[in-house]
């Protein structure tokens, strides 16, 4: 992209950098699970046995 207008190369390099960052960051934490998804589910479940609790 030599020879377009600054802003155009600019956006060119920018994109592929970004692609490039977001490439990494996902094999990096590929199949990571997180630390409060055992919270989620239970806070989940004591809100739903309130609510039925209450039909």
Known sequence: M???DFGV??????TIIS???????GAINWNKGSNDSGKGVKNWAKT???????L
Do not use: H, R, S
């Open 9 to 14: 190369n600019l956006a060119f390099y920018l």
């Open 48 to 54: 739903e046995d309130k609510i039925d609790e209450g």
């Open 19 to 25: 692609t490039l960052i977001c490439v990494v960051y």
């Open 2 to 4: 030599v020879g377009a």
